[in-house]
């Protein structure tokens, strides 16, 4: 869909006989149907059979058509009995789901996946990579999935397209093909490969837990740590939580567990309506913003969501001393950012990488003692996680304790994290 | 944690919530005219009233859904209503008997009418807008607006689209704020949230006018799903609705 994006197109690409950006929109937009990565953002109507009339209606179905495709189209991604739910009551999973039938409803000759697990609990990824086997099974249409972890869609692809950085193909071919030709190159490249028997699984080497000073009152207490915004429907009950200096622990669950609730109670952002929470012996709800920050670090999934000036050198310097801001220049050298070239650019013009990075700064400037970090890794390609990994090991070797809310099993292999899950039930979450 | 409050099944399945929207616009855009025309207190309470009978009665909207609804809405007319009666010139005249007298405060019987007169208009308008917006579909509203009312397409399901992503909005405010607190920042306001909630919104909005876009949204003649078709009972409640108007309206002098 060239014409909807700032850009210049090289070559010709033609789909279903359309050539894209040179015929009309909606007769590319008949052949192609493309999902995105936040569900969220994707849906436009209140309601489920809406949702995905809503193409059809743009494309000018006839009404008797739609009413008997949409049900179809339901059933084909397991969503039948779902028509008349809110579409924003579904978990995530089912959001991506209805995604795809509303794309798929038209019967596009091609399919486009963009990242379509990013923000999928395990379950919604298993739920989404079944129906995708079946409908390869079926062979109705072209499926082209954008993906950064191998694991997922290694075991679905016919052909594995790899693009290096500079945007050119490293490689095309079957997937068994490029494993055992071009893995050292993809490896190179920043690509995922999924996991061979035999194969070095990281480059970081193997992921034995990492030791840290042991002993001591725990750095994190919580008792009985219980929160609700209606007192019928608490999201936390009864969390008892435990963390030494140089701990990792990682909460696991399904969305709407209550994981990111959890960390920000323990970072001190939310007190919590039952229990006591103790951060280096005190409160930290009371704390004063600037002592807090000194204890605790975060670290969000989406960096623009934790951006708090106009220029990197000031999002750097942000809530520093004196000290503080004379240290930022090696802070910026350290994370690849030198001030010289990024210091007066907006947060919001870097690439991703490059956010991701300077999100890590007040971590890197201040030391806390406890990082807490909400789904750092997603999206990351092999380089950004391998770098993100290491960051994180060094603070724990340096005493630092990580809890980390996370999907990404491969991480917390990678931080030697204790596994805490919470499960959401009718009465609220509970650590098992 | 922040949600818009949305109308429920059983609302939108009452008399009231079946009534084509446009039509519950037209009648709650008369009220609120024939309100904007009055100054006795009468009108007011007798619309405000009979609006509030229908939502519950004809509308099935629960009781504590409209109270929740009611409550800041209700508080602004009562301030409103204080301040006008506090603030009337009639207070100053000093053949009037002041009602109280507490040091330079001296109220009157016509301020303290004349305020009660617009709190209860205010509370009227605001009764209306409610028992508007809890018996009627979004969705439906858009249809309607754009098959019986002559609203753009492209305006009309953009508006939809952006209505739904408010609650977003909502998350990214804590968002941006717990950030500011964990860098030792004054996390209760700072322009700079501004900024973050404007980009967040802007990066959303484009995804979801891409998302649009790839299925053919606006690309030529649109279809529908639902028709938004007139019916007598729309026509019954017009009328029924216009004949309250006028016999409230009538009751003020």
């Known amino acids: 869909m060239p014409g909807a994006v700032a850009g210049r197109l090289d070559g010709e690409l033609v789909v279903g006989g359309q050539r894209a950006g040179h015929d009309p929109q909606a007769l590319v937009a008949r052949q192609v149907g493309i999902v995105f990565q936040d569900p969220e953002s994707q849906l436009v109507m209140e309601r489920v059979d809406d949702e995905v009339a809503f193409g059809l209606e743009s494309l000018g179905w006839p009404a008797p058509e739609m009413r008997a495709r949409v049900p179809e189209a339901l059933a084909g991604l397991g969503l039948a009995g779902f028509a008349r739910r809110r579409t924003a009551r579904l978990s995530g999973g089912e959001q991506?789901?209805?995604?795809?039938?509303?794309?798929?409803?038209?019967?596009?000759?091609?399919?486009?996946?963009?990242?379509?697990?990013?923000?999928?609990?395990?379950?919604?990824?298993?739920?989404?990579?079944?129906?995708?086997?079946?409908?390869?099974?079926?062979?109705?249409?072209?499926?082209?999935?954008?993906?950064?972890?191998?694991?997922?869609?290694?075991?679905?692809?016919?052909?594995?397209?790899?693009?290096?950085?500079?945007?050119?193909?490293i490689a095309l071919g079957p997937p068994e093909v490029l494993l055992e030709r071009h893995a050292t190159q993809l490896a190179a490249a920043g690509v995922w490969l999924p996991d061979v028997p035999g194969r070095e699984p990281s480059a970081l080497g193997p992921t034995a837990p990492v030791s840290g000073p042991a002993g001591g009152r725990p750095f994190v207490e919580a008792r009985g740590i219980g929160f609700a915004w209606d007192r019928a429907r608490p999201i936390l009950r009864g969390i008892d939580l435990e963390l030494a200096m140089g701990d990792r622990v990682a909460l696991l669950g399904p969305n709407g567990a209550g994981k990111s609730t959890l960390g920000r109670i323990v970072g001190g952002l939310l007190r919590p309506t039952a229990g006591t929470m103790r951060l280096a012996g005190g409160d930290p709800v009371r704390l004063p913003a600037r002592e807090l920050a000194r204890l605790v670090g975060y670290v969000f999934q989406d960096p623009e969501r934790q951006f708090v000036a106009a220029t990197v050198r000031a999002e750097m310097e942000a809530g520093l001393d004196a000290r503080g801001r004379a240290g930022v220049a090696e802070v910026a050298a350290t994370l690849g950012l030198p001030l010289d070239a990024f210091g007066e650019r907006s947060p919001y013009s870097l690439s991703g990488g490059e956010q991701r990075r300077l999100s890590l700064a007040p971590v890197l400037a201040r030391r806390p003692g406890l990082l807490v970090l909400d789904e750092p890794t997603y999206g990351q390609d092999r380089h950004g996680y391998d770098l993100l990994v290491a960051f994180f090991r060094a603070r724990v070797a340096s005493g630092s304790a990580i809890l980390v809310a996370t999907h990404d099993l491969r991480l917390v292999a990678d931080l030697g994290a204790r596994p805490f899950v919470l499960t959401p039930t009718a009465s609220g979450a509970i650590a098992a | 944690m922040i949600a818009v409050r949305a109308p429920e099944d059983r609302a939108l399945a009452s008399p009231i919530g079946r009534t084509s929207p446009v039509a519950k616009l037209v009648l709650v855009g008369m009220w609120m005219a024939g309100l904007a025309l009055t100054t006795d207190p009468r009108p007011p309470l007798i619309l405000g009233a009979i609006g509030l009978a229908a939502s519950v009665g004809l509308g099935r909207v629960r009781l504590a859904a409209l109270a929740a609804a009611l409550a800041p809405l209700g508080f602004a007319a009562l301030t409103v209503g204080f301040f006008n009666a506090v603030l009337n010139p009639a207070n100053g005249d000093a053949s009037l008997a002041a009602l109280v007298s507490l040091g330079p405060i001296r109220l009157t019987a016509p301020a303290v009418g004349a305020g009660a007169a617009i709190a209860c208009r205010v509370g009227a308008v605001a009764v209306l807008g409610i028992a508007f917006a809890l018996t009627t579909d979004t969705t439906r509203l858009v249809d309607a607006l754009v098959q019986r009312a002559g609203?753009?397409?492209?305006?009309?399901?953009?508006?939809?689209?952006?209505?739904?992503?408010?609650?977003?909005?909502?998350?990214?405010?804590?968002?941006?704020?717990?950030?500011?607190?964990?860098?030792?920042?004054?996390?209760?306001?700072?322009?700079?949230?501004?900024?973050?909630?404007?980009?967040?919104?802007?990066?959303?909005?484009?995804?979801?006018?891409?998302?649009?876009?790839?299925?053919?949204?606006?690309?030529?003649p649109r279809s529908r799903y639902r028709v938004e078709r007139g019916s007598w009972s729309d026509v019954a409640f017009l009328g029924a609705g216009g004949v309250i108007l006028v016999a409230a309206m009538l009751m003020g002098r």
Do not use: C, K
């Not at chain 1, 919604?124 to 954008?146: F, K, N, P, Y």
């Not at chain 1, 016919?158 to 193909?169: E, F, K, M, W």
């Not at chain 2, 920042?185 to 998302?211: E, F, K, N, Q, Y």
């Open chain 1, 96 to 169: 991506q789901r209805l995604a795809i039938a509303g794309v798929l409803a038209p019967g596009p000759g091609v399919l486009v996946l963009d990242e379509p697990t990013a923000n999928l609990d395990p379950d919604g990824t298993r739920e989404l990579a079944a129906r995708l086997a079946a409908m390869r099974a079926d062979r109705s249409s072209t499926i082209v999935l954008v993906e950064h972890r191998a694991d997922l869609v290694w075991p679905l692809a016919d052909l594995v397209l790899a693009l290096g950085a500079d945007g050119r193909p």
């Open chain 2, 151 to 220: 609203v753009p397409e492209r305006f009309a399901y953009g508006a939809l689209a952006a209505f739904q992503a408010i609650p977003r909005l909502a998350e990214d405010l804590v968002s941006l704020r717990d950030a500011r607190r964990i860098r030792g920042l004054r996390a209760s306001w700072h322009p700079r949230i501004l900024v973050g909630l404007l980009v967040l919104a802007i990066r959303r909005a484009d995804r979801m006018a891409v998302a649009m876009d790839a299925r053919g949204f606006g690309s030529g």
